[in-house]
């Protein structure tokens, strides 16, 4: 039998094959990574901003806030 090892292809076929397979597996790694961040869900909670006399005198603020005005 003839010379199996690189199945008919020259040596530098055979490295450039191999070279664009490593930048595939890091291209897809680096997808990853970027589809990982971007995609995130984030959840805002907005918290209602009251203008409550007890608060701009350094005061907790009543429970229910009747002490508010919005």
């Known amino acids: ?3 199996m090892n ?5 040596p530098k076929q055979y490295k450039d ?7 595939g597996v890091i291209g897809m790694t680096i997808l990853l990574i970027l589809m990982t961040l971007l995609s995130s869900c984030s959840i ?3 918290t209602p901003t009251y203008k409550c006399e007890l608060m701009q005198k350094g005061q ?6 009747s002490c508010c005005k919005e």
Do not use: I, V
Not at 17 to 23: E, G, L, T
């Open 44 to 46: 805002t909670k907005e």
């Open 17 to 23: 094959s191999a070279r664009f397979a490593w930048y």
């Open 1 to 3: 039998m003839a010379n």
């Open 60 to 65: 907790k603020c009543l429970p229910d806030h």
């Open 6 to 10: 690189n199945q008919g292809r020259t």
